[in-house]
């Protein structure tokens, strides 16, 4: 990426049309030469910097809040770089409200966030109790303590030993649309699930549908999941097992 030069609004406050710092674009030996702004231009370019400022202030603030009946969920802004497009309230809360409908309460039904930082918030905010473990390569969720996990799905079996096969739940959302990344996330997928009863949610995009089916042995179910970023690529939301009347149900 190309660096990029960039100014402090604040720095203009005192530029005129006729008074453009000297040396700021050239030398100049010439009062006469430095160069000059017209009134149209300096009031383009100060509204132009002074909203930079803005969403470069509002980036490091770093959280977004959704509302969640009359409580809120924060989370960190999202990270283009990273592939980081969360879930709209809508989706994070139906979501959420299908993995707690099948802990059915239990204690011990332990559930794995594979990059879903919203579905993670979410659930945690609707029900402190339930045991959660997110699974995401942005360091920035160590704010979650022993809940988070360094994730990277290149290296899908690298994980601490205390988590292998003892999930009887797990949501993935590859950062990925490619076969590559799904077939990785698979495998994360496979050491995390207890053995016997379990339940495996996966969103991802509809390019992905016969990879889900033929990777994982999933079905589409009728909901759509939304991005509070609206996103090109039509979503999905795969299960291995019949929800019911639940998320829209199988598609037949």
């Not at 029900?127 to 979650?144: A, G, H």
């Amino acid at each position: 990426m190309e660096d990029q030069l960039e100014l402090n609004p604040n720095s203009l406050n005192g530029l005129t049309e006729s008074n453009a710092p000297p040396n700021s674009l050239k030398e100049v030996d010439d009062d006469d030469d430095a160069p000059v702004l017209s009134s149209h231009a300096l009031a383009a370019l100060k509204e132009f910097l002074s909203e930079q400022q803005s969403h470069r202030s509002a980036a490091e603030e770093g959280e977004t809040a959704a509302a969640v009946g009359e409580s809120e969920v924060s989370l960190v802004s999202e990270d283009w770089r990273l592939s980081q497009f969360w879930y709209n309230a809508e989706t994070a809360k139906t979501v959420a409200e299908e993995v707690l409908k099948v802990c059915n309460g239990s204690v011990d039904s332990r559930v794995a966030c594979i990059a879903c930082p919203t579905l993670y918030a979410y659930l945690k905010n609707m029900d402190p109790n339930v045991p959660l473990q997110l699974l995401e390569y942005d360091k920035r969720f160590e704010q979650y303590g022993s809940d988070y996990t360094f994730y990277d799905y290149n290296h899908p079996v690298e994980l601490p030993s205390e988590l292998k096969h003892s999930f009887k739940i797990v949501v993935a959302d590859p950062p990925y649309l490619s076969k590559e990344c799904l077939e990785k996330v698979a495998e994360t997928i496979s050491v995390l699930i207890q053995p016997g009863e379990s339940y495996l949610l996966l969103l991802t995009g509809e390019v992905q549908r016969e990879r889900a089916a033929e990777i994982l042995g999933l079905h589409p179910c009728g909901f759509r999941p939304q991005h509070s970023s609206k996103l090109g690529n039509e979503f999905r939301l795969f299960t291995n097992y019949d929800p019911g009347t639940r998320l829209g149900g199988w598609e037949r």
